[in-house]
């Protein structure tokens, strides 16, 4: 999982979102279908728009804003849309996500003290909450050694996603951890060039690059080596991946 920089709406996207949330907000009928009235908009401009803005924001291969690894095929309601009419429309309530994630979260949607247990890619540090196995490829949550356990917004994403028991998923995760391995482990041989960090990224299909150089993952070989051996060349990576 990578954050995600939410970017700002064409006016015209904007607008007419917030026309769809106005009538949302104003209707009385009895029996509001909150999911027949998204699927009735959802081939209109605004949407369509919407849907378009989010694929820019997933990068260049369009991935999954949870799993990063399936192509991203349609908006995903952080907020529930049928619990939550309220942000139904809401920018910053709205996601890309696969079919496979879509269908695993549906309606779940964990709540503490009013705030949500599932990580938000757009809002959240992902890697603050979960950690990588490098040996299995499974994502899971991350220990928190002030909480004395595993942080409830990444146990929870874990486990609603099940991103620690999906095989196809963790051999994508693995084959981008041997990708930057291999790197690192040249960057350990050689002087380190100016196209080296866009080519880090351009080795990371899964985000990978905040949990080796922010995450748990600076702890771990070649990694912790490159930091020890070469930090000025490890504090610019750091700063370049700080938002991943």
Known sequence: MRRVERIALADGIAEGLRRFQDKVDGTL????????FWNNRRGSLTVVGALAALKQMAGPRERCMYCVDSAGNDVEHFWPKSQYWGRMFLWENLLLCCTHCGRLKSEEFPLMNGEPLLIDPANDEPWQYLDFDPVTGNIVARFN????????KGRETVKILRLDRREGVANGYKKTFRRLKAFVEELLQREFSNDDVERLRESDDHGLLGWCFIGTGQTVQPFSGFRKAKPQEWAICQRAFASL
């Open 29 to 36: 009928e009895e029996g509001f279908s909150a999911v027949s």
């Open 145 to 152: 050694p002030d909480f004395g356990g595993e942080w409830p």
